[in-house]
């Protein structure tokens, strides 16, 4: 089952993690929390709803939120 990542277009800090999973040839479904309604809601569940992107999650689980120790906040729904 390939990772989810939970991002934001605008947040540089997704783009790198993006990269970075790319990069290792990890396989992953990306979600645009600002333009997948579901996808938010989701991100809510996992993190709460002021949530900072990037997400990671595997298996239901979260694997890590920010990369490289930054982020970007999602205003709350």
């Known amino acids: 089952m390939p990772l989810e990542l939970y991002s934001l277009r605008s947040c540089p800090h997704c783009a790198d993690l993006r990269d970075e999973l790319e990069f290792q ?5 990306e979600y645009d929390v600002e333009a997948d309604a579901e996808a938010r809601r989701r991100l809510a569940g996992f993190v709460g709803e002021s949530a900072m992107v990037p997400v990671l999650v595997e298996d239901g689980r979260v694997k890590a939120v920010g990369y490289g120790g930054r982020g970007c906040y999602v205003r709350p729904i």
């Open 25 to 29: 040839g990890q396989p992953f479904v």
